[in-house]
């Protein structure tokens, strides 16, 4: 089994940043691929962005230029760097992961999610 641990949400000014951070621990040589959804209140847990092993990346179209997903994977941790922080980006964050190679935006193919952590842009 593999573990999921976000950290680093919380309550920003708009126009302001953050950094969240996923560590996995547990099984994590057999993961490829991690990433990140988030779910506004009331909405459907959407797509974000997720990297694979080898570094390639496929971001929501919507993000692209504002958020910056990086990875360790020395220490089986990635991040996502979100600038220019806007209100409707207020949402819990959850940390996804696994086995395949692919860099895929649909939840189901995802094997393993973490607890979340919420963010919070104030206008």
């Known amino acids: 089994q593999v573990q999921l641990v976000e950290s680093g949400g919380g309550l920003v000014p708009a126009g302001g940043s953050l950094r969240l951070s996923c560590a996995a621990s547990?099984?994590?040589?057999?993961?490829?691929?991690m990433g990140w959804f988030r779910q506004a209140p009331g909405e459907e847990r959407e797509f974000v962005v997720a990297i694979n092993r080898i570094g390639n990346t496929n971001y929501a179209d919507s993000l692209k230029g504002r958020f910056t997903i990086s990875e360790d994977n020395a220490k089986n941790t990635v991040y996502l760097q979100m600038n220019n922080l806007r209100p409707e980006d207020t949402a819990v964050y959850y940390c996804?992961?696994?086995?395949?190679?692919?860099?895929?935006?649909?939840?189901?193919?995802?094997?393993?999610w973490g607890q979340g952590t919420h963010v919070t842009v104030s206008s």
């Open positions: 547990g099984r994590t040589a057999s993961l490829s691929t």
């Open positions: 996804a992961a696994r086995y395949s190679i692919g860099v895929p935006t649909e939840r189901a193919q995802y094997n393993f």
